[in-house]
């Protein structure tokens, strides 16, 4: 694809530096997770106060070999440049044109990787068949375990390909990938190896998860105790495979009632950070099963949907987001859309507690088939009363912590990576306003342009 020439070269130049200037705010996401009031608090740099994106004074961001090496003023930033010995003859020039710049987006939640369609189950929705009535028939989860366990790992790669292609066109730099859809060791192991391998063809940055604990295999169905020997076998076989192959970053569970209880999520989870896996966890999605609860306990980066938490479980957020492991709240609002909930999740009671809240796409074949974060920024907004500075933190910043790659992305800090987004929008409340609108002019990645409308 197109997109992917790009990879390897600088496009526009072979200059080390890039400076972006004619901005007309850039959110640079600053100062750390954001929660509670903080939670829409962009460190925003305004052109318009100090005469507009073509004023000396108007914000710019200059990158150096890969990384941001300063923001703020064009005049300061300039002059600090030449002071240090960088100079500005070796920076290419790359014009927002008026446009908003932020930091490309992290999608902290999706399942990448699986073969076949599920557009049936929309209709039997329509019909009134529930999510788990469908899992439990064979269907949902298992109809693309079948598929997924077919298919090598060149039609699994090009089908990452196309759809990684689709999150870059939409800001997506950062992507959190889950396994899931093989249930058996080799196909765990071959869906991480390429999850692992689209990450470093790049442009977009893939972080792998486990996810064996998606659902109970069909294998194991006949048998009395199915979900006690599959979570053995979870634990005794796959997590010491998926260690020693070693592409995984965490391991994530889907706990859920019919599912996995929250007790055997914790023999997994706890035996995942026995190997130095971080963890995170579908908690709390269809109905309150003690996945909050776990997920503070354990430290885990993310608890992710929490359509239904119980108060318990907000309130164990809550204490562990004033510790030292906060846990983010990961709300996938494109789920909820697509089963057709009646209500989402309860975002603003997440934020008024203070715990930190991130969104995803939770791109998948079944709850939410749609690549496209800055959509989920505007249902968030319309059916969970985020901001839309609100949701902007929650795609940025907290969804890099909740990846666990904050130190690198997810804000536009000297010494993070040069990952930016130049939008064709002029003020950064458009971005959920253009409803599933292609908003996107440019995007940076590790300094190099890797995507170009129209390109
Ligand atoms: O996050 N709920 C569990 N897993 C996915 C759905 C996977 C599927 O239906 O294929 C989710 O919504
Ligand atoms: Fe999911």
């Known amino acids: 694809m197109s997109l992917r020439l790009i990879e390897g070269g600088r496009s526009q130049s072979d200059a080390p530096g890039l400076l972006i200037h004619g901005a007309s705010q850039i959110a640079t ?71 908003v710049v932020t930091p490309g987006l992290v999608d902290p939640h999706t399942h990448l990787l ?90 977009v940055e893939v972080v792998p998860t486990f996810l064996g604990a998606h659902a109970v295999p069909p294998e194991y169905h006949a048998r009395p105790d199915g979900t006690e020997a599959y979570v053995r076998h979870v634990i005794e076989e796959q997590l010491p495979g998926v260690v020693a192959q070693g592409r995984a970053r965490s391991c994530d569970v889907f706990c859920e009632r ?38 503070a306990e354990l430290g885990a980066l993310s608890a992710d949907h929490l359509h239904t938490p119980s108060d318990e479980g907000l309130a ?60 989920v920024m505007t249902i968030a907004c319309l059916e969970m009363g985020l901001s839309p500075a609100e949701a902007l933190a929650a795609v940025t910043i907290n969804a890099a912590h909740a990846v666990g790659v904050a130190r690198d992305a997810g804000s536009l800090e000297p010494g993070k990576l040069a990952d930016i987004v130049i939008w064709r929008a002029p003020h950064v409340g458009q971005l959920p306003y253009w409803v599933g609108a292609d908003l996107v002019d440019v995007v940076v990645k590790r300094g190099r342009v890797v995507y170009r409308r129209g390109c």
């Not at 189950?121 to 329509?126: A, I, P, S, Y």
């Not at 007790?263 to 909050?292: C, T, W």
């Open 114 to 203: 699986f073969a076949g369609t599920r557009e049936g189950e929309l209709v039997l929705r329509q019909q009134g068949a529930g999510y788990l009535e469908i899992l439990q028939a064979g269907g949902g989860i298992l109809s693309t375990v079948a598929a997924t366990r077919a298919a090598d790992e060149e039609t699994l790669a090009a089908h990452g390909r196309r759809w990684l292609d689709e999150m870059l066109r939409h800001g997506v730099t950062t992507v959190e990938a889950k396994s899931g859809y093989g249930l058996d060791l080799a196909t765990e192991l071959r869906l991480l190896e390429v999850a692992h391998r689209l990450g470093r063809e790049g442009p």
């Open 316 to 375: 164990a957020l809550a204490e562990a987001a004033g510790g030292d492991h906060p846990t983010v709240a990961t709300l996938l609002p494109a789920t909820t859309w697509f089963l057709m909930a009646d209500e989402a999740a309860p975002a603003r009671r997440f934020i008024d507690a203070g715990v930190p809240v991130a969104l995803g796409t939770d791109f998948n074949p079944g709850t939410s088939p749609t690549p496209n974060l800055p959509l």
């Open 29 to 99: 996401l600053a100062g750390g997770l954001r929660r509670g009031s903080a939670q829409g608090d962009l460190a925003l740099l305004d052109a318009e106060p100090v005469g507009g994106p073509g004023s000396p004074a108007a914000p710019v961001i200059a990158c150096w070999e890969g990384r941001v090496i300063g923001v703020g003023p064009r005049d300061g930033v300039e002059a600090g440049l030449e002071a240090n010995g960088y100079s500005l003859s070796r920076f290419a020039r790359l014009d927002a044109d008026g446009g």
């Open 258 to 295: 019919g599912v996995f209880t929250a007790d055997q999520s914790r023999r997994i989870l706890r035996s995942a950070m026995g190997y130095g896996l971080a963890v995170r966890l579908h908690a709390d999605e269809l109905a309150p099963s003690g996945g909050a609860e776990l997920a």
